[in-house]
């Protein structure tokens, strides 16, 4: 939990209304974690501007496990010319695993204009598409 810096004055508030029952669930989560409830909420306002969006997260990295899954199979395929089971499963347990880390690397290395610079347009296959088998 995010503890507030002593040396910062807290100067500005934000206000909100709710209905009763919305007020109340965020209560309870309040009282869950033994604060009161305006810490509670700025703790978690806090949290949620940090975060990227989680949707934008979810589906990047839904897409980054197509991708591995994808191109594991059929490297596999190519390579011993069969797919065992056993190796199926190996990559798609390792592609559920590693999708969030995946796609929050790709995130990070993503430039401000959300286009690539030179560098990772130009990239080899495998430098863009992290094959992993």
């Keep these: 939990m995010p503890k507030i810096d002593d040396s910062k004055k807290l100067t500005s508030a934000v206000t909100v209304k709710l209905t009763e029952s919305d ?14 409830l305006a810490e509670w909420s700025r ?23 197509t991708q591995t899954i994808t191109i594991s199979l059929l490297f596999t395929l190519a390579r011993d010319g069969k797919l065992p089971e056993a190796k199926v499963r190996e990559i798609l347990e390792r592609a559920r695993k590693d999708k969030y880390s995946q796609a929050n690397d790709l995130l990070d290395e993503a430039p401000e204009s959300g286009l690539p610079n030179r560098a990772q347009a130009t990239g080899s296959p495998e430098q863009r598409t992290r094959l992993r088998t």
């Design 43 to 65: 703790d978690r306002l806090l949290e949620a501007l940090n975060r990227p969006e989680t949707s934008k997260l979810a589906i990047l990295a839904e897409i980054v496990a």
């Design 23 to 36: 007020f109340s669930r965020l209560q309870l989560k309040a009282d869950e974690r033994q604060l009161p």
